[in-house]
């Protein structure tokens, strides 16, 4: 047993406390240096949701250079994430203080951001009229699950491809309140092996609300086709508190072990984007405590202009990662939802940054996937750039499909430098996509090439 176990938290407890757009005013008397951008501030988070935690306030923001500092761009919404059509429209409006109007045009601007990217609310929820409103099955092995009282986080991403579930509408939200249909469909789907607790981040979960959708799995005999409960979270950037301190967080610990000892195997996929995430002693507490139950924590992220779009980022946040035992997991590319165009990096630019990176890393922090695009026909990895008959593409695979025949056979699209989403790819001559106009996989599954013409080669650059 390692002393992270043995060691009960017994520091004082903090009480986690949203800052959230109530409390700007507040954080300029204790930030005085974030009036700079106070009202850009008030204006912008009238469309993206904002709240810190007092760990980033304390921790990972450098007051000292705002508009320099990457977790400002991470945390703080501002006007450039949008738009100039938005941006002039929200400006406007905020001047005119007609509340009523205010809503109108944020309501509007929200919904031309795609509040619900990868087709979320149409192709991944299962049939059951209300019963399973917080439940996506989206690939044959593995179900998500979005407990109702998960579906906040600690602090909000800018970025945040879920930021719909923050904004306050019902109809944008999933959210699973009664665990007995969840349970009753894993019965039904013995081919579900893993589930992923999502939100939101559970982690803002009490241990006890956890339980009600965990606790069975303690037991080896039900639902024996579960091998895997993974958690989606931040928390460790955000809340690190939230397993060093308190009875709730030896409550939590005490439930991964029970987990582990019913057979199931607990991966902690951590959300970590930046290598100062884990600079905080707190961090690597939290960290050790986690790994003491016999859990493994993997790293994932995307790639985001302003906050992490250099290979030496990676680099070091992969080698501090395999250092404290976290197994690089995925590096992703991000959304085409909230403001994706001023976060964006080109499908070409990450590939270079990932390929950089990985190449100077040990063969243990090869684990990484990615760059991944997330999005409606599965998880799309760019593996190279090429050349197919003196024509540059991408070379395309994916690494998870929800036609599970695609998954790791190579495709190509045409090399586009601009191209930052899927839906942005052309085939090459002779050659198809594997999904339509729409951006939704063909099936029956499509050939990737036209089988009457010779076999192409290709030569990587
Ligand atoms: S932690 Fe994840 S779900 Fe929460 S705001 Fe950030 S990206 Fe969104």
Redesign the pocket.
């Known amino acids: 047993m390692r002393d992270a176990e043995k060691e009960p938290s017994s520091e004082p407890l903090e009480k986690y406390r949203p800052w959230t757009r109530n409390q700007l005013g507040e954080l300029v008397n204790k930030h005085p240096e974030f009036s700079e951008v106070l009202e850009d501030v008030q204006m912008a988070s009238r469309v993206f949701p904002f709240r810190l935690s007092t760990h980033v306030i304390d921790n990972l923001i450098k007051w000292d250079n705002l508009r320099e500092d990457p977790f400002f761009h991470l945390l703080i919404p501002t006007l450039d994430m949008l738009e100039e059509g938005h941006r002039e429209a929200l400006q406007e409006v905020c001047l005119s203080g007609d509340e009523a109007r205010i809503t109108s045009v944020v309501n509007t601007i929200r919904a031309d951001l795609n509040p619900h990217p990868a087709d979320q609310m149409t192709l991944n929820t299962p049939d059951e009229g209300d019963n399973l409103n917080g439940v996506q099955h989206k690939y044959p092995e593995i179900v998500l699950l979005f407990p109702s009282a998960g579906q906040t ?1 600690h602090s ?2 800018t ?5 719909a579930q923050f904004i306050g509408d019902s109809d944008l939200k999933f959210a699973q309140k009664e665990a007995g249909y969840f349970f009753s469909y894993l019965q039904e789907h013995e081919e579900v092996t893993d589930v992923l607790v999502t ?3 559970p982690m803002v979960m009490r241990t006890k609300m956890l339980q009600k959708y965990l606790e069975p799995f303690c037991d080896a005999e039900f639902l024996p086709h579960i091998n895997t409960i993974r958690f989606g979270s ?1 928390a460790l950037t ?1 809340w690190p508190k939230r397993f060093t301190e308190g009875e709730d967080s030896d409550n939590l610990l005490a439930l991964f072990r029970r987990l582990i000892a019913g057979g199931r195997h607990v991966a902690f996929m951590a ?1 970590i984007g930046h290598p100062r995430e884990l600079e905080p002693p707190l961090f690597k507490k939290a960290v050790e405590r986690i790994q003491s139950t016999g859990a493994v924590i993997r790293s994932q992220a995307p790639l985001i202009a302003g906050f992490n779009d250099s290979a030496d980022l990676w680099l070091q946040k992969w080698k501090r990662e395999v250092n404290l035992g976290i197994i690089p997991y995925y590096m992703f590319i991000a959304r085409d939802t909230g403001a994706q165009n001023y976060f964006k990096v080109s499908l070409s630019d990450s590939f270079k940054i990932y390929q950089e990176a990985v190449s100077k890393i040990t063969g243990l922090a090869r684990t990484v996937r990615g760059p991944s695009m997330s999005c409606s026909p599965g998880k799309v990895a760019i593996d190279g750039i090429s050349e197919i008959d003196g024509v540059k593409a991408f070379v395309l695979r994916f690494i998870q499909c929800r036609n599970p025949e695609l998954v790791g056979r190579p495709f190509f699209a045409k090399f586009d430098k601009h191209a930052a989403w899927f839906d942005e790819l052309e085939p090459i001559d002779g050659q198809v996509l594997p999904w339509d106009s729409n951006g939704r996989l063909k099936l029956p599954s499509p050939l990737l090439r036209d089988e009457s013409l010779p076999l192409i080669h290709h030569q990587t650059l």
């Open positions: 986080c909000y991403c970025y945040c491809f879920r930021w939100g939101g981040d931040k955000f959300h």
